[in-house]
C-alpha cells in the first residue's frame, strides 16, 4: 500500500516511541529525529511504499541507538498478560463456539494492546462487546469453503499478545486436518512476533514455525528470504493478521492465491483503502 498525507505524522509517534524505548540520551533522539526528517524530505511523496518507510525508520532507531530490540519488554508483557486471559476468551467460546466468534477472538486480539492493560481492566468486557460487533466484512463462507478445500495453510501473524488468541483460531482450523505453517519475523520490529515469541506462547503445537527472512515492518516482498518465498509460492491459502501485512500483500500480485485478511481497520489510511469505517473489524478475501 502506498502512503497517504496521514502516515507522516504516524511514522514520526513510532519513531518518537521507539526513541523512548531504546535510549535516554536525549541529544542523540535529537540526531535521529534530524536523520529522520531528511529521509522523509526525500522519500515522503506520493507513491512511496508505506511498509519500507516505515521499516527504515524503525531500522535507523535500533542502530543508531545500539538497541537491536527496543520492544523487547512490552513484547514480554503483552504475550504474559494475554496468556492470563486465553482461559477467559475459551470460557466466553463455550457459550457460542462458531468459527465466526474464533475469528472474532482472534481479530480482538489485533485490537488489543496487551502491554497497555492491567490485570485490573476489563478486558471480559470488551471481548464479549467485540463478539457482539459484527463484521464489517464477512467472508465467513468463502473462508470456510477454503478450509475445506485446501490441505495446507500459510499463516501470517502480526503481534505479540495478539498470537495467543490466534492460537483459539488455530485450533479451530486444525480440525479441518490442514497442515499449517506459521510465519513470524526474522529480527525484532515493533512488537511483531518473532520465533522465540511465538515458541513461548505455544504456537508450534499449531503447526511448524517458520522466519520470513526479514525484520519489517508487516511483509515487504523485495526483503523476505529466498527461503520463505519458496514457502509462500507453495501455499495457495493464506491467512493474514494485522494492517502491517495487510499493506505489504496488496503490493503483490495474488490472483493465484486465496487470501483472507483479518483485521481491525486502526488508521483511516487503511479504513479508506479497504472502503470500510475506522474501527470496523474485518475478515475479507481478496
Known amino acids: 500500500m502506498k502512503i497517504s498525507y496521514e502516515c507522516g505524522a504516524c511514522f514520526l ?9 531504546a535510549t535516554d540520551d536525549e541529544d542523540l533522539k535529537i540526531e535521529i ?41 512490552e513484547k514480554k508483557l503483552g504475550n504474559e498478560i494475554a496468556l ?43 471481548i464479549k462487546d467485540a463478539l457482539g460487533k ?27 499478545g495478539e498470537i495467543v488468541f490466534d492460537k483459539l483460531l488455530l485450533s479451530k482450523i486444525k480440525e479441518y486436518d490442514i497442515d499449517i505453517t506459521i510465519a513470524v519475523k526474522s ?5 511483531d ?8 506462547t505455544g504456537l508450534d503445537k499449531f503447526g511448524e514455525i517458520v522466519e520470513i527472512g526479514a525484520g519489517t515492518v508487516g511483509y515487504v516482498d523485495s ?21 502491517g501485512n495487510y499493506e505489504g500483500l496488496t503490493e503483490i500480485d495474488l490472483s493465484n492465491k486465496d487470501v483472507y485478511f ?10 479508506k483503502d479497504i472502503g470500510v469505517n475506522l474501527h470496523d473489524i474485518l475478515l475479507f478475501k481478496k
Do not use: W
Open 262 to 271: 483479518l483485521l481491525c481497520a486502526k488508521c483511516t489510511t487503511i479504513a
Open 33 to 73: 529525529n534530524n536523520e529522520i526528517f531528511k529521509f522523509l524530505a526525500t522519500t515522503f511523496k506520493k507513491g512511496t511504499n508505506s511498509n519500507k518507510t516505515g521499516s527504515y525508520i524503525h531500522n535507523l532507531v535500533k542502530n543508531r541507538t545500539n538497541c537491536p530490540d527496543p520492544y523487547i519488554n
Open 193 to 200: 512476533a518473532c520465533m522465540e515469541d511465538a515458541i513461548n
Open 13 to 21: 509517534r513510532q519513531a518518537r516511541e521507539a526513541m523512548d524505548l
Open 84 to 126: 492470563k486471559y486465553l482461559p477467559l476468551a475459551k470460557n466466553i467460546l463455550k457459550e457460542n463456539d462458531t468459527l465466526e466468534n474464533r475469528v472474532k477472538i482472534a481479530i480482538v486480539g489485533n485490537i488489543l494492546d496487551f502491554g497497555a492493560f492491567e490485570l485490573g481492566d476489563d478486558i471480559e468486557k470488551f
Open 187 to 191: 529480527k525484532p520490529i515493533l512488537n
Open 134 to 160: 459484527d463484521l464489517a466484512v464477512k467472508d465467513i463462507k468463502p473462508f470456510e469453503n477454503s478450509l475445506q478445500k485446501y490441505d495446507k495453510l500459510l499463516y501470517l501473524v502480526d503481534n505479540t
Open 223 to 243: 526483503e523476505i528470504s529466498e527461503e520463505f518465498r519458496e514457502i509462500f509460492n507453495q501455499h495457495k491459502f493464506i491467512i493474514s493478521k494485522g494492517m
